[in-house]
């Protein structure tokens, strides 16, 4: 006499989910009914990469966007063992040599350090006394900026980029006002705002192994630095005059071979050197015909090797028209 509730109830529970399936099916969207029904759903657009805020507004960032191209040409014979070459006025990739390949960069990581810098409330017009946070952690590496010497925010800026002091460069913390790991910290948010997604960094100096980028990524910050009116200025220098508070000017020249050249105007120009990393070189320049184009190299085993290859690319470029 037990089963008769039993089967009550199970035969209710199916008729109730046999309502249910039919009022589903009913309120359901036929196929035609389920695309417009589709198209009244919100959808998710990847949005479009813009310059950061903290550039000045300029064209030529725009130009960004296009360095993710393929070259257009092959490369000719090159000693570096990466290269990248772009054409700013064209927005086009005019070569490609292992521009993916992520290498220590060696001194050219002072364009970022520069470019984190003009980021923040920076103050170039600050005293800067140098002491032991502004020392590298590789010991023996170079530096003219010894403890104690007071210099402003600008010409710790011009030791880095001109003279590629790597003290200048851990002093770039300070006229930002910040820590140095939290410079560097700034230095992996600044990469990501300019799109150098396979760029990572532990030092403002580039001593360490472990500042890491490709020759792509890296001419992305060289435009950055080329379209920034401060970093473009003292990047593009021939030398810089440090000055001390308590003792005389001291003039540092420029480490880039095509400062003084009169055939092209250099827009920003860095060089690099560790054992790890080779000869390293990046510059955005204006050529005599007006064309404005970045040239990245990396990884060349000798001093003339890297400035030969800056040269035949120079005469490259020219031939492509």
């Keep these: ?13 199916l ?7 039919t009022a589903w099916v009913a309120l359901s969207p036929t196929d035609g009914a389920l695309a417009e029904y589709a198209a009244f759903q919100p959808r998710l657009v990847p949005p479009r990469w813009a310059p950061p805020d903290w550039l000045p507004d300029s064209e030529d960032l725009w130009a960004l966007e296009q360095m993710g191209g393929a070259a257009r040409a092959r490369s000719p014979r090159l000693r570096s063992t990466a290269a990248f070459v772009f054409d700013v006025d064209e927005g086009a990739v005019l070569l490609e040599r292992n521009a993916d390949v992520v290498v220590p960069v060696a001194s050219i990581t002072k364009f970022v350090s520069a470019l984190a810098m003009v980021s923040t409330e920076h103050d170039l017009d600050r005293t800067i006394c140098i002491g032991p946070e502004h020392y590298p952690t590789r010991s023996g590496a170079f530096s003219k900026l010894s403890t104690g010497d007071c210099i402003q925010g600008w010409d710790a800026l011009g030791a880095a980029l001109v003279a590629s002091d790597n003290r200048g460069a851990y002093a770039l913390a300070s006229a930002a006002g910040l820590g140095v790991d939290d410079l560097v910290d700034r230095m992996n948010e600044v990469s990501v705002d300019l799109g150098m997604s396979l760029s990572s960094w532990t030092d403002p100096s580039g ?3 472990e500042n890491l980028s490709t020759a792509r990524d890296i001419a992305r910050a060289t435009l950055a630095v080329a379209t920034e009116p401060v970093l473009s200025e003292v990047a593009s220098a021939p030398f810089w005059d440090v000055h001390y508070t308590d003792r005389p000017t001291r003039r540092r020249h420029s480490t880039n071979r095509l400062a003084e050249r009169s055939d092209l105007e250099v827009l920003a120009a860095k060089t690099g050197y560790t054992d790890t990393a080779g000869y390293c070189y990046s510059t955005a320049v204006r050529l005599a015909s007006g064309r404005r184009v970045v040239i990245t190299l990396l990884g060349a085993h000798r001093n003339r090797d890297r400035w030969a290859d800056v040269n035949t690319l120079l005469r490259w470029i020219e031939a492509q028209g």
């Design 1 to 13: 006499m037990r089963a008769l509730p039993l089967l009550r109830l199970v035969t209710t529970a």
């Design 15 to 21: 008729a109730v989910s046999l309502a249910a399936l």
């Design 207 to 209: 001593l360490e192994d």
